[in-house]
């Protein structure tokens, strides 16, 4: 093909060193990758060297002062909120991409969507702010302390809605409007369609965004951090505080040093090991062909 | 025929989807409203322009505009070029199947994926550590653009998959070359589209938050040069809210500020998409 291989007939210099250019620059941005997971594997290095990567799940605490680094109430602190908003915001997201296609009239539709865009484009601090002036004192007045598993899994849910209702929207609209007539022709109510037809057709999409929201949700700092209440427990039930791992770097790091510095960029380390794979999840699912399109 | 138990899941669900709709609308609207409630009474043109007194509890956000304005201005200087050879690379000078671009576009969807804590972590180990920039709007400005980057390079490479490929074959059968016309056909047909993506990496660059706090720091004096410490318009409403008591007015009014130029840019946006991408489909 003329276009993608080296056998143009342009004999020009400057095309040469353009594409060189071009080349360089790419590999720039590959090595990115690299260059962050190096750093922090160097980083990491000397509390894993010295502390050895066992401790930080046998140890009987987090006091980086004693040199005990437990962080296992971290990565349950983490897992909770995410599985907890993941459990939330996937019905909803999927359900309101139903809505948009086949429910609302169409400007309104349009509008819904619109919304959904304006949410996914919302800063996480200022979710995190209104959780902690609106939410937080709600969920006090009813169940005190008030900062607590609950408002982070309720604010979770509102920011990664958009992520999954986004992808899911596109895949159902996706699927082959023929599925969709001969299922009507042969006389099934909406819902049948949908429930039968839809949403099994376009079930790739739909596991495609709650895996991306799921990493979101894992991955997420500000809000978390400004609704959790940053207690490092077991929590007891959905009440509790907690505190996650973003929320555990972001707080300490402005004064680790040495061995904690290193600690935490560990939970950094682990943090990118767990997104990576459920990234990895939804990338292999997106380039799976869902089904085969009818003409 | 539908029959009475049918009528009645026809009609739960539809109740069902609507309840939906209504319940992620409300917290939406009683978001947006919050914000314009406590927030539109603190705003006026002297909260912009004015510097924080009391650790930000009066006074306004001008030296933090001001940070946010070269933190995101270095993010994008630094990311756009970057981008652009990459998703020129990608789109012109390899095919889907072939390995370098397989590569490539592997490493960038893991890093868009990497939570913006953990960039926080490389870039204060990286650029304020190892490269010694310290705590500054250049080490922040410089994580950013790491951030930004793999979503620019996606947005861009897709506006130029969209060009026609009719256009390619003409320039080659002129004896056009390849530089020239990425010059002087492909650059000026994508334009809308760079724009598009140029505008949503600003905005996602603003709207950034953890990433910030180790690497361009808490100062929130007027900067004077490129290696001071400056506070981001995110970061502000987290400090007035988290560590200043008495600082939840001005956070409002803060966010408020936020919130409006991310929406404005969101719009600018898509305007730009809607006005050009008509045009075009009706050219081919």
């Known amino acids: ?295 | 025929m539908l029959s009475l138990s049918n009528t009645i899941r026809e009609t739960g669900a539809t109740l069902m989807v609507w309840t939906t709709a209504a319940l992620i609308t409300i917290p939406f609207l009683w978001l947006i409203g919050d914000l314009l409630w406590h927030g539109w009474p603190y705003l006026s043109l002297n909260f912009l322009l004015s510097a924080p007194q009391n650790a930000g509890r009066e006074g306004g956000i001008e030296p933090i505009l001001v940070s946010t304005g070269l933190i995101v201005g270095i993010c994008m200087v630094v990311a756009l070029p970057i981008g652009l050879g990459t998703a020129l690379f990608l789109s012109e000078y390899t095919r889907n199947d072939q390995v370098s671009g397989r590569l490539i576009r592997g490493s960038l969807d893991v890093l868009a994926g990497v939570p913006s804590i953990v960039f926080g972590l490389f870039g204060n180990a990286f650029f304020c550590q190892a490269l010694d920039l310290g705590f500054s709007i250049l080490s922040g400005g410089l994580t950013l653009a790491c951030m930004v980057l793999p979503i620019l390079i996606r947005t861009l490479e897709e506006s130029f998959r969209t060009i026609a490929l009719d256009q390619r074959l003409a320039a080659a059968a002129l004896g056009i070359s390849k530089m020239a016309t990425i010059q002087h056909i492909l650059l000026p047909a994508a334009i809308p589209g760079l724009l598009v993506g140029c505008i949503l990496g600003v905005g996602r660059a603003m709207a950034e938050t953890a990433a910030l706090i180790f690497t361009s720091g808490y100062v929130d004096r007027m900067p004077t040069s490129l290696m001071d410490s400056g506070r981001a318009l995110s970061l502000h409403i987290y400090d007035l809210s988290m560590n200043v008591a008495g600082g939840n007015p001005n956070a409002y009014a803060t966010a408020l500020v936020l919130v409006g130029l991310l929406i404005s840019i969101n719009i600018v946006a898509s305007w730009i998409a809607e006005q050009w991408t008509i045009p075009n489909q009706l050219q081919n």
């Open chain 1, 1 to 295: 093909m003329i276009l993608f291989s080296n056998n143009t007939s342009s004999r020009s210099n400057t095309d040469r060193y353009f594409s060189w250019g071009l080349r360089v620059l790419s590999l720039l941005a590959a090595s990115l990758l690299v260059l962050v997971l190096g750093f922090i594997l160097r980083e990491s290095w000397m509390a894993l060297t010295q502390v050895g990567l066992s401790r930080f799940f046998t140890d009987s605490g987090w006091f980086p002062t004693e040199h005990s680094y437990e962080i296992t109430p971290m990565i349950s602190g983490t897992l909770l909120a995410a599985w907890g908003s993941i459990l939330l915001a996937a019905p909803l997201g999927i359900l309101s991409a139903v809505f948009c296609h086949f429910y609302a009239p169409p400007i309104l539709g349009l509008w819904y969507r619109r919304m959904i865009e304006l949410l996914a484009g919302i800063p996480s601090v200022v979710f995190g702010f209104w959780g902690l002036v609106v939410l937080v004192p709600l969920i006090a007045a009813w169940q005190p302390p008030g900062p607590s598993l609950l408002g982070g899994i309720l604010i979770l849910t509102l920011m990664i809605i958009p992520t999954i209702m986004l992808i899911a929207h596109s895949s159902i609209s996706q699927v082959p409007t023929t599925y969709i007539n001969n299922a009507t022709a042969l006389g099934l109510s909406r819902w049948a369609v949908i429930w039968r037809i839809v949403l099994p057709a376009s079930r790739v999409g739909l596991l495609t965004g709650i895996f991306l929201g799921l990493a979101r949700a894992m991955g997420e700092t500000m809000a978390i951090l400004m609704v959790c209440g940053n207690v490092i427990q077991y929590p007891s039930h959905i009440f509790d505080p907690i505190r996650t791992l973003t929320a555990n770097i972001a707080l300490e790091m402005a004064y680790a040093l040495d061995q904690h510095r290193s600690a935490l960029f560990i939970s950094g380390l682990l943090l990118m090991v767990l997104v990576i794979i459920f990234v990895s999840i939804a990338e292999v699912l997106r380039h799976k062909t869902p089904y085969v399109v009818a003409k």
